[in-house]
């Protein structure tokens, strides 16, 4: 089996699938998760190419990791000290403003990939990465001061684009 055809043909459809479930920030850890578990039931014989594809067998593991990882933050919240007094009933607004969010988040994605090449790589080290200026012009092999402009202009054109679809920051 060809361990690194399946990462590279799985990996971003995996990813892609966390972010879409709004795990912005863990997308990459729950997809290096979900391999690691893969390739233990691999090796332990769990699948079986007669009941399934593999993609199918990944995705279903995906899945069971995004529930565990939602029941972990959710039992994180609601610890020792939860209070249900301060929970306010949010069952008809809960619903659609999930929605609008996932609606912005699809919307803010989108436009990300309408910024030039160099500044979407800029924004998304300096946002997903989390990178300081300095380890960016480094990595990409720029002034500190150009990484500062892309940086400036994608945050201004995301904006603008935002706006233009009626998203105010």
Excluded: C
């Amino acid at each position: 089996m060809d361990w690194n055809g399946i990462v590279e043909r799985l990996g971003p459809r995996l990813y892609n699938y966390f972010i879409r479930r709004g795990f912005l920030k863990d997308s990459a850890d729950l997809t290096q998760d979900v391999f690691s578990r893969l390739y233990q039931k691999i090796m332990d014989g769990a699948f079986d190419e007669a009941k399934g594809s593999l993609d199918a067998f990944a995705f279903g593991i995906a899945r069971f990791v995004a529930l565990e990882n939602h029941q972990n933050s959710r039992i994180y919240l609601m610890g020792d000290d939860f209070n249900w007094d301060d929970v306010a009933d949010t069952s008809d607004a809960g619903l659609e403003s999930t929605y609008e969010l996932n609606q912005a988040i699809e919307l803010f994605l989108k436009e990300i990939k309408s910024l030039n090449p160099v500044q979407q790589e800029v924004l998304t080290l300096y946002m997903d990465d989390e990178l300081k200026l300095e380890d960016i012009a480094q990595l990409m092999k720029l002034p500190v001061g150009t990484v500062k402009s892309h940086l400036f202009r994608a945050k201004e054109k995301l904006k603008d684009l935002l706006e233009a679809k009626g998203i105010s920051l």
